[in-house]
C-alpha cells in the first residue's frame, strides 16, 4: 500500500459546480495535512493545511479530515476554469520533517 | 519578500556530464529540501536538511547524487556523471518547521540529460 494514495484523475467538473477531492495515507501516526495546487510547469503551492478532526474552510476551499478513517479531503465550491490543476495531498509523519506526497490528482473545470 | 531561488532554470546536458543544481532558501528557514517530479514517480523526496545537517538521505537515489548546506542560505544538488533516467524537474522547497510544517517551494530545475 501507498503511503498517500490519490486517484490520478482527470476529474472534469462543469464551472461553478463543486469539485470534490480525495486522499488517504497508511501512517496513524501522521499528524498534518497540506493540499498543494501545481499548475502546469509551475511548483506546488500551497492551499490548505490541516491538522485536527473535522473542517476547515478557506473562501472557496474547505478540507476535511478524518484521521480515525485515515482520509483527507479538499471541497472547491464555485469552481472556475482556473482551478484547473492538479493538486497534490501531502503528509507529515510523526515528528519527522518531511512531507510525503500523492502523485496528485488532476482536476480540469469546464466552461 | 524573496521565496525560495533556484538555478539554473533549465539544464540541458550530455550522459556522463556532471550536474549541479542550487537552491537558495527562504531567509530564516529551518529546513531545505530537495525533490524530483517526474510524471511515472510524482514527487519523491531527495534529501533534506535542518540547520544544515543533512537528516534524510534515503530517498537520493544512488551515489551519482551527493547534496551539501555550507550555509543557512546555500544548497547544491550534484549529479556525477548523469544519466538520461536522471531527467526531471528538481524542486527545492524550505520551511520553518513547527508548529506549521509549510513547505514553499522554488520555480524548479528542469533537466534534461541527453
Known amino acids: 500500500q501507498k503511503e498517500v494514495e490519490q486517484n490520478s484523475g482527470p476529474l472534469s467538473v462543469p464551472e461553478g459546480a463543486i469539485a470534490s477531492l480525495n486522499c488517504t495515507y497508511s501512517?496513524?501516526?501522521?499528524?498534518?495535512f497540506f493540499w498543494y495546487r501545481q499548475y502546469s510547469g509551475k511548483s506546488p503551492e500551497l492551499i490548505m493545511s490541516?491538522?485536527?478532526?473535522g473542517d476547515k474552510e478557506d473562501g472557496r476551499f474547505t478540507a476535511q479530515l478524518n484521521k480515525a478513517s485515515q482520509y483527507v479531503s479538499l471541497l472547491i465550491r464555485d469552481s472556475q476554469p482556473s482551478d484547473s490543476a492538479t493538486y497534490l495531498c501531502a503528509v507529515k509523519r510523526g515528528s519527522q520533517g518531511n512531507l510525503i506526497f500523492g502523485k496528485g490528482t488532476k482536476l480540469s473545470v469546464k466552461p | 519578500d524573496a521565496g525560495v531561488i533556484q538555478s539554473p532554470r533549465h539544464e540541458v546536458t550530455e550522459m556522463g556530464q556532471e550536474v549541479t543544481l542550487r537552491c537558495k532558501p527562504i531567509?530564516?528557514?529551518?529546513?531545505l529540501f530537495w525533490y524530483r517530479q517526474t510524471m511515472m514517480r510524482g514527487l519523491e523526496l531527495l534529501i533534506y536538511?535542518?540547520?544544515?545537517?543533512?537528516?534524510?538521505d534515503s530517498g537520493m537515489p544512488e551515489d551519482r547524487f551527493s547534496a551539501k548546506m555550507p550555509n543557512a542560505s546555500f544548497s547544491t544538488l550534484k549529479i556525477q556523471p548523469s544519466e538520461p533516467r536522471d531527467s526531471a524537474v528538481y524542486f527545492c522547497?524550505?520551511?520553518?518547521?513547527?508548529?506549521?510544517?509549510?513547505?514553499?517551494f522554488g520555480p524548479g530545475t528542469r533537466l534534461t540529460v541527453l
Open positions: 522547497a524550505s520551511s520553518l518547521g513547527l508548529p506549521t510544517d509549510t513547505q514553499y
Open positions: 531567509s530564516g528557514h529551518d529546513y
Open positions: 490541516i491538522y485536527s478532526n
Open positions: 536538511f535542518n540547520n544544515n545537517v543533512p537528516i534524510d
Open positions: 501512517d496513524r501516526g501522521s499528524q498534518s
